[in-house]
């Protein structure tokens, strides 16, 4: 036994209240996405690292640059790295950048 309407005309009619619900459904989905996206846009973005180290391209990708986490001098290829991953790489011979100036920052100098 089904809880639906046996006639055609009713079916159409369910039909129709139907799809004008569904349509209702997906434009407050909508409105509740973008409201979503703009809180998150809103959100400050999380603080930098302290340190980056970048590295060059190819096969190994080898750190080929110190950074202070906030330089404007860094690349895509950088990753986040704590002090004492950044002294280390100082250390062994991996160029500072000459404009945050790592080295000075870590007691890392020459």
Same mark, same amino acid.
């Given at each position: 036994?089904?809880?639906? !309407? !046996?006639?055609? !005309? ?7 209240w139907l799809g ?27 603080? !930098? /690292?302290?340190?980056?180290?970048e590295h060059g ?9 110190v950074h202070i ?14 002090? $004492? ?12 950048? +000459?404009?945050?100036? /790592?080295? +000075?920052?870590?007691?890392?100098? $020459?």
């Amino acid at each position: 036994m089904s809880d639906l !309407p !046996p006639d055609l !005309p009713r079916l159409r009619t369910l039909e129709t209240w139907l799809g004008l619900s569904l349509d209702r459904v997906r434009q407050q989905i909508t409105v509740a996405e973008q409201q979503a996206a703009a809180e998150a846009a809103r959100r400050e973005p999380p603080p !930098p /690292p302290d340190w980056l180290i970048e590295h060059g391209i190819g096969v190994g990708r080898s750190p080929v640059r110190v950074h202070i986490g906030s330089c404007w001098d860094t690349r895509s290829r950088c990753q986040p790295a704590d002090r $004492d991953v950044a002294r280390r790489a100082l250390a062994d011979g991996v160029e500072a950048c +000459t404009h945050c100036r /790592p080295d +000075t920052v870590l007691g890392v100098l $020459d």
